[in-house]
């Protein structure tokens, strides 16, 4: 059930790219990280020109993206993998960053978050003892 948020900052994005980039993370999600497809929101963020900055200056364009998922829940070569795989997706989808392009997976306990009302933590007992997760 990952959460992601794509920033994009300079031209702003025809509707089309943002619709790929969507459907691009909720695939890599899905076959590098196995998530479930449906529980993977992604929300795709645009700046203006200038609203991101590198080494304190004001760069045209930028773009970055952050996911958390569930803590434990991925081996580091996955998590590698995806950082690549995301990278590479941007750099296509959006065009070359005047910024360096960052990809950050945030860990979270599965006490800590969760969807619809219910921790990951309790829906994972919720099947452990047969109840409806």
Do not use: C
Not at 3 to 14: A, D, H, K, R, W
Not at 27 to 42: G, H, S
Not at 80 to 94: G, H, Q, R, Y
């Amino acid at each position: 059930m990952p959460m992601i948020n794509v920033t994009l900052s300079g031209p702003s994005p025809e509707p089309a790219v943002i619709h790929r980039l969507q459907a691009g993370v909720t695939r890599l999600m899905q076959d590098i990280l196995r998530k479930e497809a449906a529980l993977t929101v992604v929300n795709v963020l645009h700046l203006p020109p200038g609203a991101s900055s590198a080494n304190g200056q004001p760069v045209g364009t930028a773009a970055s993206l952050q996911a958390m998922i569930t803590a434990g829940t991925n081996s580091a070569a996955e998590k590698a993998d995806f950082i690549f795989a995301a990278k590479s997706l941007l750099t296509v989808e959006f065009g070359p960053s005047a910024a360096p392009i960052y990809v950050v997976l945030h860990e979270i306990p599965a006490e800590s978050w969760g969807y619809d009302g219910q921790t990951q933590a309790a829906r994972k007992a919720g099947r452990l003892i047969g109840g409806a997760a």
